[in-house]
């Protein structure tokens, strides 16, 4: 059983992010009015803290620190700066609680280690 | 030394000078390697050393914190290689010339002309061996021999072909290179010039109204900004929204050039002071008419000016972090601006 309930959905107000902690896994919650995500409190460029650094404005989600932007109603990237897919997991509501589908923390891969390692890419 | 670039939009020769950074050997060839603050503090000028000699400088770069040093991986900003050497950028975008604007190059300067503006804020230029052309709105580095590492300046003037810089820096507590210039007789000191650099640029032929938000010492980009539209003519067609903040009256500099600009360019150019720490009551300011006041925070200011007048606008952020994040908000939340038309040095 992977779905966790994180908050009550009213405890996030409209276009506002809140940190919470599920069974030691730390998440965002992100209200964009036509539903909810919920999303590792990061930023997956540099590590911003998406709590803090993050601002939603017609659905969009941008990391204020270097303007990258995922559409929360698609889960797609905006804009021009953005290079990496933000990890959502997948969140329902029953009742007034919101619930998260969390197998496991899910940590970003940093350093594109997998592509700097890799001959064949570069070499192509 | 010859540098081999792999990256994901091709592979790329060229030579590294001695104690020359493969980073500022790659821009002066042309190529498009990633970066933005060019002094170690923001991170984006990472890369793979996978052959070679490669030496970082500054170990402790704060832009540095995040590498995997045992993968070789570094900063270009901060480093020199002593062999031939191979290095990966895991970047798409590496073009091998520029697509606009200038190809930066090393140059020897001079100080000149220092001038104190306010208690803690001074002018200076710096006469360069080689004329300099630039955009408005970037910055160059500057490197004292006995001041570690190069710092990241923007100029405040706007020539082309030019031999003068000219640049406004704010003393900061315990800063090495502002500690030099207050405390020290710098007329005629000599230093190392790398630029232009940076991509807070203002094109005319962009055709959009500016907006430009800027903090203390971080107006000096936007006066270059403001001096070009002037000069060219640009408020004719175009507004343009200019917002200062500063602590009090006697924090205010470059108010007699700024009531200037508004002079020139009529009705179309405001600039805004927003007096942070002290209410005046007064609505322009006490010697320049032309001035408007206000009192709070600049991004504040600008909120309140603005409304309902962000259509076909570009937007300049420059100042203390916070007031970059601040001012950010304002732009995206309330101007709606994307970020292609949201420009600022992002150097942390």
Avoid at chain 2, 76 to 89: F, G, P
Avoid at chain 2, 177 to 195: E, H, I, N, P, Q
Avoid at chain 2, 254 to 264: D, K, N, P
Wanted: one cysteine or more.
């Amino acid at each position: 059983m992977s779905w966790r309930r994180i908050c009550a959905a009213d405890s996030v107000a409209l276009n506002s992010l809140k940190k919470f902690e599920v069974d030691g896994i730390p998440v965002v919650v992100a209200n964009y009015g036509d539903g909810f995500r919920v999303f590792p409190p990061i930023c997956p460029h540099m590590e911003e803290p998406l709590e803090e650094s993050g601002l939603i404005e017609g659905k969009v989600l941008t990391c204020t620190k270097h303007l990258w932007q995922w559409n929360l109603a698609t889960c797609q990237m905006e804009g021009t700066e953005t290079e990496k897919l933000m990890h959502f997991y997948d969140v329902k509501q029953e009742g007034d609680d919101l619930l998260a589908f969390i197998k496991s923390e899910h940590i970003y891969e940093f350093d594109e280690e997998d592509e700097m390692d890799d001959d064949d890419f570069f070499n192509s | 030394m010859k540098i081999t670039l792999q990256t994901k939009s091709g592979q790329f020769e060229y030579d590294c000078a001695p104690g020359e950074t493969i980073l500022s050997a790659g821009l002066r060839h042309g190529i498009t390697l990633p970066y933005e603050c060019a002094t170690g503090t923001c991170g984006t000028c990472r890369c793979r050393v996978m052959q070679g000699d490669a030496l970082m400088g500054w170990q402790e770069a704060p832009g540095a914190a995040r590498l995997k040093r045992e993968k070789g991986d570094c900063l270009m900003c901060q480093t020199v290689v002593s062999s031939d050497a191979l290095i990966r950028v895991a970047s798409q975008n590496v073009l091998g010339a520029f697509p606009r604007g200038h190809v930066p190059a090393h140059c020897n300067g001079a100080i000149a002309n220092c001038r104190k503006l306010t208690h803690d804020v001074m002018q200076f230029d710096v006469m360069i061996d080689q004329p300099m052309s630039f955009d408005a709105g970037q910055f160059v580095t500057l490197a004292v021999a006995g001041v570690t590492g190069p710092r990241a300046y923007s100029m405040v003037n706007f020539q082309q072909a030019t031999d003068r810089l000219t640049f406004v820096v704010k003393r900061s507590a315990g800063g090495a290179f502002s500690d030099w210039l207050f405390d020290t007789d710098v007329a005629g000191a000599t230093l190392k010039v790398f630029g232009p650099l940076g991509a807070a640029t203002f094109y005319p032929d962009e055709a959009k109204n500016i907006i430009c938000i800027g903090g203390g010492s971080g107006i000096a980009g936007m006066m270059s900004i403001i001096e070009r539209a002037c000069q060219e003519n640009y408020f004719n067609d175009h507004k343009g929204h200019v917002f200062f903040g500063v602590r009090t009256l006697k924090d205010c500099f470059y108010m007699a050039e700024l009531s200037e600009y508004v002079t020139c360019a009529g009705p179309n150019l405001s600039v805004t002071v927003a007096l942070s720490d002290e209410d005046t009551g007064l609505a322009t300011h006490p010697d320049f008419d032309n001035l408007k006041l206000d009192t709070g925070f600049v991004h504040e200011a600008a909120s309140r000016a603005m409304t309902g007048k962000f259509d076909n606008m570009v937007g300049y952020v420059a100042g203390p972090p916070p007031m970059v994040d601040a001012a950010l908000r304002v732009l995206i939340a309330e101007g709606k601006l994307p970020p292609a038309d949201i420009r600022y040095d992002k150097f942390s």
